[in-house]
Nanobody, 124 residues
Framework: HVQLVESGGGLVHAGCSLRLSCTAS????????MGWFRQPPGNYREFAAV????????SYADSVKGRFTISRDNAKNTVYLQMNSLKPKDTAVYYC?????????????????WGQGTQVTVSS
């Protein structure tokens, strides 16, 4: 079983940056592609970014492309989401997720494990 713990959320003004972290309790972290999803208030959870186990492959939702960067440090069992030029519409609970199936899935069903989420609020 993989446990995921997110951190780094908070309240920021539009145009500012935040970096989210997600640490996994698993021995073979590099075997797990990792994703970031977000759930805006009153909306469904949606894909934001994904990174392969090696870190060589990434993919982003169009809504965050060019502003968000996903990365990972396999020695620290941690995946990051650097969020720049934040907008009020980025306000959401952000979740990290892990999949044991490989690839770089962009849908919720592709993931087996989820963190508890961290709140990001962007004020205008």
């Amino acid at each position: 079983h993989v446990q995921l713990v997110e951190s780094g959320g908070g309240l920021v003004h539009a145009g500012c940056s935040l970096r989210l972290s997600c640490t996994a309790s698993v021995l073979t972290f590099s075997s797990y592609p990792m994703g970031w999803f977000r759930q805006p208030p009153g909306n469904y959870r949606e894909f934001a970014a994904v990174i392969s186990g090696s870190g060589r492959t990434t993919s982003y939702a169009d809504s965050v492309k060019g502003r968000f960067t996903i990365s990972r440090d396999n020695a620290k069992n941690t995946v990051y989401l650097q969020m720049n030029s934040l907008k009020p519409k980025d306000t959401a609970v952000y979740y990290c997720a892990a999949t044991k199936y490989g690839g770089v899935p962009t849908n919720l069903a592709g993931y087996n494990y989820w963190g508890q989420g961290t709140q990001v609020t962007v004020s205008s």
